[in-house]
T-cell receptor, first 112, second 117 residues
Framework: DAKTTQPNSMESNEEEPVHLPCNHS???????IHWYRQLPSQGPEYVIH???SNVNNRMASLAIAEDRKSSTLILHRATLRDAAVYYC?????????????FGAGTRLFVKA | NAGVMQNPRHLVRRRGQEARLRCSPM?????VYWYRQLPEEGLKFMVY????????ESGMPKERFSAEFPKEGPSILRIQQVVRGDSAAYFC???????????????FGSGTQLSVL
């Protein structure tokens, strides 16, 4: 399975931007980069995804390196409610369709 | 439009009993995934089902675990003769119709917390 590498944890101050990095050096041309986050005691929720171009939505921005071997999730102004585990995932096709494999993720701590 | 519904939210079983976890996907979704999460760990893929078919069960333990997604009704994850090591949070996710698409997002339920005494 295609692998991603993320720092175990990061810390941010409230109201400041947060840049969450992800390395995916084995990515292939058709693999989409997805980000999900998991708040305490909840199921994961979709954050954003992209293929080659940078993407923005109401939750975050996704910056993708030109060679696509890394990406960065950007939270423009962290709030206490953004404290969660953030998962960077490569969605890859296989013979049965596709499956989403989660890594360990990055635990984001937000300080007031 | 209701999200992915899982029940029960919490399930307590004694060793040797059976656990049945239910997942109702979002309306119109025909693809269901089950994941297991041990405390302080990430989600581990278990099984991927489409209506009446198991597509990928590479993450399922070989014994005691089974999953189904019948034509009518919710998807069921069944664990027979539970042991303490089965204690975990079990999450279900669903997505829409396309079989070969890598840009479609998953919608997750709130999970079932299984505790084996």
């Amino acid at each position: 399975d295609a692998k991603t590498t993320q720092p175990n944890s990061m810390e941010s101050n409230e109201e400041e931007p947060v840049h969450l990095p992800c390395n995916h050096s084995t990515i292939s041309g058709t693999d989409y980069i997805h980000w999900y986050r998991q708040l305490p005691s909840q199921g994961p929720e979709y954050v954003i995804h992209g293929l080659t171009s940078n993407v923005n939505n109401r939750m975050a921005s996704l910056a993708i390196a030109e060679d696509r071997k890394s990406s960065t999730l950007i939270l423009h102004r962290a709030t206490l409610r953004d404290a969660a585990v953030y998962y960077c995932i490569l969605r890859v096709p296989d013979t049965g369709g596709f499956k989403t494999i989660f890594g360990a993720g990055t635990r984001l701590f937000v300080k007031a | 439009n209701a999200g992915v519904m899982q029940n029960p939210r919490h399930l307590v079983r004694r060793r040797g009993q059976e656990a049945r976890l239910r997942c109702s996907p979002m309306k119109g979704h025909s693809h269901v995934y089950w994941y297991r999460q041990l405390p302080e760990e990430g989600l581990k893929f278990m099984v991927y089902l489409q209506k009446e078919n198991i597509i990928d069960e590479s993450g399922m333990p070989k014994e005691r675990f089974s999953a189904e997604f019948p034509k009518e009704g919710p998807s069921i994850l069944r664990i027979q003769q539970v042991v303490r090591g089965d204690s975990a949070a079990y999450f279900c996710a669903s997505r829409g119709q396309s079989r070969f698409t890598t840009n479609e997002k998953l919608f997750f339920g709130s999970g079932t917390q299984l505790s084996v005494l």
